[in-house]
């Protein structure tokens, strides 16, 4: 589950400004906090669990998307951090970036991007596409 902002986000504004300044040209960046259920279950029963939650969804603000798998899709790296959790849900912060022609990066540029700014490997970990193809 991905649960992004339907409102302008400032978070992945200031990501997108920091990250020219270093050198990655971008055309977008999404930002959403990214819930992985170790339970298995309907789609529509984590979903609902989610937009119950007030701490996690408010329908004013935030958008639900039901991701493929459970794995970053093409452009978008994954940031783990130390003890992130909610319920039975490993949480990320994902980061999907966008280049020319509002196609998603390539792995070297997101790699890059993760190492310059968005991962903190001292208490984070990033996780990438696991292949490209597939995404």
Not at 79 to 106: C, K, N, Q, S, T
Request: proline share 7%; aromatic share 8%; with cysteine.
């Amino acid at each position: 589950m991905a649960v992004g902002l339907k409102i302008p986000d400032n978070e992945a504004y200031t990501a997108q400004t920091a990250l020219e300044r270093l050198g990655i040209p971008l055309a977008r960046v999404e930002r959403s906090a990214i819930y992985v259920f170790q339970a298995p279950a309907p789609a529509d029963e984590l979903a609902a669990r989610v937009t119950r939650n007030e701490s996690v969804f408010n329908p004013n603000k935030h958008r639900l998307r039901v991701l493929d798998a459970n794995a970053p899709r093409s452009g978008e790296v994954w940031i783990e951090e130390a003890g992130a959790r909610w319920a039975d849900a490993d949480r990320y912060v994902g980061w999907r970036l966008f280049g020319e022609g509002d196609r998603p990066v390539d792995r070297a540029t997101l790699e890059a991007a993760a190492e310059r700014l968005l991962c903190n490997p001292a208490i984070e970990r990033a996780h990438f596409p696991k292949n490209e193809e597939e995404r």
